[in-house]
C-alpha cells in the first residue's frame, strides 16, 4: 500500500501501520455496462468504450470481466489512504487551509507518459498492496480525524466510480464534502450522477492539442472540454492544472487559446493552475520545467482576463498567493501546501469587500 505524506496527523499513520497488510482484491457489479453474446460485455464509463473478454480487463486495468458480469475491482480496496492539506489536490478557493482525507485505488483510463503516481494508475487492483476500507469506514474516519471534506485522487477516481459514489452519498448525509482530481475522461451519462454528490473537482486539462491528449496521453481533448462544462453546469467548484511539460505542451500561443476557452466557456473566476513537470516514468529524458517558462503561462492567462492564476511545485513562488483581482492586497498567503494568512472574509476581500468567488467555510 502506498502511503502518500503531506503533513500528516500522527495518528493516522498509526491507522496506516495496523491496516496496511496486502488483502485480495475486494469488487462491486460495475455501473455503465451491458451484456453481449459468449460472455462478452462492452463498459461505457469512460469513451474508450471497451468490449472485454471474460477474465480479461478494460483499458483501465480497473474493470474486469467475471465470466460475463463486468465488476469494478478496486471497491472498498484502496491502495493509496492519507490526511492531506487540501492545498495539495490542489484546491486554493476550496476550503483552505482544512485536511482533507485521501483514497484511491488502482487504475486510470489515460496512460499519460509523465504520470507521476505510475505505480498505481498503470496497474490493476490485483497488484497492488490494498487494505479493506468499506465506504461506511471511509466517512468515519473523515470524521474522526475531523476532515471536512473526502478526496478521490491520486490514480483517477472515475475508475473506481461505484467506491467514490458509494462513499460520496454517505459523505453528504453527514454533512462531510466530497472533491475529486480527476483526468476529466468519463462519458457524460455516469458524469451527470456523478455530479450529484461531488461538491468540487480539479480537473488536468493537460493540454490544448488533439495530437498531445493522443499521443501521450492516449485520451481525447474534446472529452475533457465536455466534462468542464458538465461540471460548470452542475455548479461543482471547478479548479484547473495544467502541467506544462518542455517541448511538449508549453507553446505561449496554444496556452493563450486555452485560457481563451476557459474564460469563454466557464469563466474568468475559474482557478488555473499551472504546474512544473519534472521528470517522471517514460519521461525521465526531459528536463524541469523552467519556472520562467510557468511565468510567462501565468501573465498570459492574465492578460486573457483570468482572476486566479496559481503556480505549482515550486518553492516560495509569488504565484502560490491568492490576490484580490481589484485591490491586489495579498488575501490568501502559502508557502507550499500550507496557509500562513487569510484575508478573505465571508467571501470577500478583507481590505475593498469584493467578492471572491470559491467555497471559503
Known sequence: MQIHKGKIKKNIILFL???????????????????????????????????????KYGFCRARKNIDGTLYSMGYSNPCSVAIDPIEKKPFYHFLPSTWTFSIASAGCSLRCKFCQNWEISQVTPEETRNIYLSPEKVVEYAIKYKCP????????????????????KIAKSKGIKNIMHTAGFINSEPLENLCKYIDAANVDLKGFNDDYYRNICEGEL??????????????????????????????LEEIKKMCQWIKNNLGEDVPLHFSRFHPRYLMLHIPSTPVETLEKAVKVAKEV??????????ENSQFENTYCPKCSKTLIKRSGFFVSENNIINGKCKFCKTKIEGVWQ
Not at 23 to 46: D, G, M, T
Open 222 to 251: 474534446n472529452v475533457v472540454l465536455n466534462t468542464l462544462k458538465v461540471l460548470k453546469k452542475n455548479k461543482v467548484w471547478v479548479e484547473i492544472t495544467n502541467l506544462v511539460v518542455p517541448g511538449y505542451n508549453d507553446n
Open 149 to 168: 471534506s473526502i478526496a478521490y485522487t491520486y490514480s483517477e477516481p472515475v475508475n473506481f466510480y461505484e467506491y467514490m459514489i458509494d462513499t460520496a
Open 17 to 55: 501501520f495496523l491496516f496496511s497488510f496486502s488483502i485480495s482484491a475486494q469488487k462491486k457489479e460495475a455501473s455503465f455496462y451491458k451484456r453481449l453474446e459468449n460472455k462478452l460485455v462492452q463498459c461505457f464509463l469512460c469513451p474508450k468504450n471497451c468490449v472485454i473478454q471474460s477474465g
Open 305 to 314: 482576463g483570468l482572476k486566479y492564476v496559481y503556480i505549482g511545485n515550486v
